[in-house]
């Protein structure tokens, strides 16, 4: 059993060691060791929760703006929407949505259920600003939750809801009665639909100009005191054990922009306060308190969020450098596709999303390191054959082991060989993230013949790998697809790592 030395901060006397009380105090650095059994690494703080880790081994999923906005033309309804206007030109059809994005190579869907004009796609009990109170036939047959959650469950997929909580319709809106009386229980109404939901999108738009039940005012609040985030994170996850709060609940983040990319610098950690936030949502922090990792929203389509008539779709080839910016920098991607007035989604949208999965079948799955002989420089001790740590665990697909180097070993080579050269165009690297994300520098060589070496990708940012990072061997994500490397070799230097490094899989493409 080996002695692990663990860094701990120490608060200056009077003030309790805690993420909420440290921060801006006097601190010392001090040293507490323990051991772990068969030489295990120790944790490099902070980690994700299983709930954290299982949201991020989704990676790619739909979001699916529908709802009164589809049929008035406008991105942010007022409140004072006629329920009469929503109404769809057929009974709406979830199981058509999910099956497209899942033939886009997604592996699930957040469905928009209630923006901020506070229309509600079930016949939610909070309201009459809801889809079963329009006159129109198919709208009383309307009910997005339950379809939604129904279609995923058949289709082998995840799903999730956004709800907004910002209501420009509820004259409760900015009082206390609206948390507990409405929003709350619009929360539980949902999960009723499913308890296996893995996420729940809460916008952090807090507030403005609305109806609110016709005092036609501006009405602001502040989201962290407002919706009582630590107790509505804990409801949440009672109903739903799985389920991430995303924006208002602090377990991701947002990426920072709706352009479809993360940094080339991307770290899971992230130190709490708005200020902070602001400034490094793209890249995160390198000692960040807190596990708070991106997902990037993203538009398939040229216009808003909601579906509109002059809208157009993008190409696969941009969806797919989308994919390569965002998942391929270690942040989750929600994509958006929206339903249009008959309440699927339009043809066109459909077949691009068809060619943007092939896409992602021909270049992204025939896993080359899976036929190599991987070695490293160096690996960590084994002193059980019950937990080891070699090299070939790299290439075993197997995400539950890991490679990994002794204590205070930050730099390593790991070389993939094969006995016939290859034509190769991208690496993909993961950590063993359940630890922590340790990894600062790399840099990836190839060669023809084995002893000649030269760095691919070399105007790349090849810093963080985190739970997953695909680089493009040419360096391009808008040209990745060319005619590639003919190898015999390929090696990843790490050149610089927060703690021992984890890596639990190497792909090559």
């Not at 699930?108 to 809801?130: M, N, Q, R, Y």
């Not at 005092?215 to 107790?231: C, F, H, K, L, W």
């Not at 080339?264 to 602001?278: F, K, L, Q, Y």
């Not at 992204?364 to 054959?385: G, H, M, P």
Request: glycine fraction near 8%.
């Amino acid at each position: 059993m080996k002695k692990i030395t663990l860094r701990v901060l120490s608060a200056a006397a009077g003030c309790a060691l805690s993420v909420a009380s440290v921060c801006g105090q006097g601190l010392s650095v001090v040293q507490q060791s323990y051991s772990l059994p068969n030489n295990e690494p120790a944790p490099c703080h902070p980690v994700p929760t299983p709930r954290q880790l299982k949201w991020q081994e989704l990676e790619f999923y739909a979001f699916f703006h529908y709802g009164m906005n589809t049929y008035t033309g406008l991105e942010w309804g007022n409140g004072n929407e006629n329920v009469n206007l929503f109404a769809p030109t057929k009974v709406p059809n979830p199981k058509q949505w999910l099956q497209a994005v899942q033939a886009a190579g997604m592996r699930g869907g957040i469905a928009v259920v209630k923006h901020h004009d506070g229309f509600c796609l079930w016949p939610t009990e909070t309201t009459s600003h809801k889809c079963t109170s329009s006159s129109n036939a198919n709208a009383q047959k309307t009910n997005i939750p339950k379809d939604f959650a129904a279609a995923a469950q058949e289709l082998g997929m995840k799903y999730g809801f956004y709800i907004s909580p910002w209501d420009r319709n509820s004259a409760l809106y900015g009082k206390d009665e609206y948390v507990k009386e409405v929003f709350m229980k619009q929360c539980e109404e949902l999960a009723l639909y499913g308890k296996d939901q893995f996420e729940m999108w809460f916008d952090g738009a807090n507030g403005g100009t609305g109806y609110y039940g016709g005092a036609n005012e501006s009405r602001s609040v502040d989201a962290a005191t407002y919706y009582d985030v630590p107790n509505l994170r804990d409801y949440i996850h009672q109903l739903a054990p799985d389920c991430v709060m995303w924006g208002v609940g602090e377990e991701a983040r947002w990426i920072g922009n709706e352009s479809g990319f993360a940094g080339e610098t991307n770290w899971c950690m992230m130190d709490r306060g708005a200020s902070s936030e602001e400034a490094n949502r793209n890249t995160g922090q390198e000692e960040g308190w807190i596990w708070l990792p991106g997902e990037s929203d993203a538009k398939a389509t040229t216009e808003g969020w909601f579906w509109h008539s002059n809208q157009s779709d993008l190409t696969p080839e941009r969806l797919f450098q989308m994919y390569l910016e965002t998942v391929g920098r270690n942040s989750n991607l929600i994509l958006n596709v929206p339903p249009d007035k008959s309440g699927s989604l339009p043809a066109s949208t459909v077949s691009t999303l068809a060619n943007q999965g092939q896409l992602l079948e021909t270049r992204l799955k025939n896993d080359l390191a899976r036929q190599a002989t991987v070695t490293a420089s160096t690996t960590r001790t084994s002193v059980s054959d019950a937990l080891t740590f070699d090299a070939a665990h790299l290439n075993d697909g197997d995400k539950t082991s890991y490679w990994a180097t002794d204590d205070e070993v930050t730099t390593a080579t790991i070389t993939l060989t094969w006995d016939t050269p290859q034509t190769v165009h991208y690496v993909s690297l993961m950590e063993y993230i359940a630890k922590g994300q340790r990894v600062k520098g790399f840099t990836i060589e190839t060669s023809d013949d084995g002893n000649t070496w030269t760095r691919r990708a070399a105007n790349v940012g090849t810093t963080t790998i985190g739970y997953k990072r695909i680089v493009p061997l040419n360096g391009s994500t808008a040209a990745s697809y060319d005619a590639g490397y003919t190898v015999k070799a390929l090696r990843i230097n790490i050149t610089d790592s927060r703690a021992c490094p984890l890596l639990h899989t190497i792909s090559v493409y």
